[in-house]
């Protein structure tokens, strides 16, 4: 049996996402913007990467990095960088998958949640160059700091985000739902969400 792979018609159909809070994803995306998809243990920031990546352009490379198979090229335009712990560092791993995204120079760089490679040390060497969509674990309200934890990432790095997806998981019924969408804003050296929808 395969595995599924979500469309945008099925968040709306399943009320995981609004018409409009898919129209905001899109234009951003079109726009080649930075997104962060934050939400906590199965709340669906997978299932939610992927129906997104539909709204990208067929003729548009996508470098998906995961690690040991866990995403599939579900689309003609997916290039899948897989990584895990071998005997090499974090960093020397992370080198290699950065010289895999210069040498694919993908139109969008996806990293679903990884503990394997080094995410500062790529953001810090990549994110001018590639726009990204990346999730998160987040387990208390406290987004920001949630985020800069769980990704271990300065708020100059974050600052260069536009927009965060906060996923919810209702744990009595276990639906799954975009909660909110934010705009990251910076205010002096202070970054601050601002909610869109």
Same mark, same amino acid.
């Given at each position: 049996?395969?595995?599924?792979?979500?469309?945008?018609?099925?968040?709306?159909?399943?009320?995981?996402?609004?018409?409009?809070?898919?129209?905001?994803?899109?234009?951003?995306?079109?726009? #080649?913007?930075?997104?962060?998809?934050?939400?906590?243990? +199965?709340?669906?920031? &997978? #299932?939610?990467?992927?129906?997104?990546?539909?709204?990208?352009?067929?003729?548009?490379?996508?470098?998906?990095? &995961?690690?040991y198979g866990e995403f599939k090229p579900f689309?003609?335009?997916?290039?899948?960088?897989?990584?895990?712990?071998?005997?090499?560092?974090?960093?020397?791993? &992370?080198?290699?998958?950065?010289?895999?995204?210069?040498?694919?120079?993908?139109?969008?760089?996806?990293?679903?949640?990884?503990?394997?490679?080094?995410?500062?040390?790529?953001?810090?060497?990549?994110?001018?160059?590639?726009?990204?969509?990346?999730?998160?674990?987040?387990?208390?309200?406290?987004?920001?700091?949630?985020?800069?934890?769980?990704?271990?990432?300065?708020? +100059?790095?974050?600052? +260069?985000?536009?927009?965060?997806?906060?996923?919810?998981?209702?744990?009595?019924?276990?639906?799954?739902?975009?909660?909110?969408?934010?705009?990251?804003? #910076?205010?002096?050296?202070?970054?601050?969400l601002e909610k869109m929808i």
């Amino acid at each position: 049996m395969g595995v599924y792979i979500f469309t945008p018609e099925d968040l709306l159909r399943y009320g995981t996402i609004s018409k409009h809070q898919l129209e905001v994803i899109e234009e951003t995306i079109l726009k #080649k913007e930075d997104i962060l998809v934050v939400g906590t243990s +199965r709340a669906g920031k &997978t #299932k939610l990467i992927e129906a997104i990546i539909h709204l990208i352009p067929d003729e548009w490379k996508i470098a998906v990095v &995961t690690a040991y198979g866990e995403f599939k090229p579900f689309k003609k335009n997916i290039h899948v960088i897989d990584t895990e712990f071998n005997q090499k560092s974090t960093k020397h791993r &992370t080198q290699e998958v950065i010289d895999k995204i210069r040498n694919l120079n993908p139109d969008y760089v996806v990293i679903d949640t990884l503990h394997t490679i080094d995410i500062p040390y790529l953001l810090d060497k990549i994110i001018d160059d590639y726009p990204f969509i990346i999730s998160s674990l987040v387990i208390s309200r406290g987004l920001l700091e949630e985020i800069k934890h769980w990704l271990k990432i300065d708020d +100059r790095t974050l600052g +260069r985000f536009e927009l965060i997806i906060e996923l919810y998981r209702d744990i009595k019924t276990g639906l799954r739902k975009v909660n909110a969408i934010y705009k990251v804003v #910076k205010k002096g050296e202070k970054i601050e969400l601002e909610k869109m929808i």
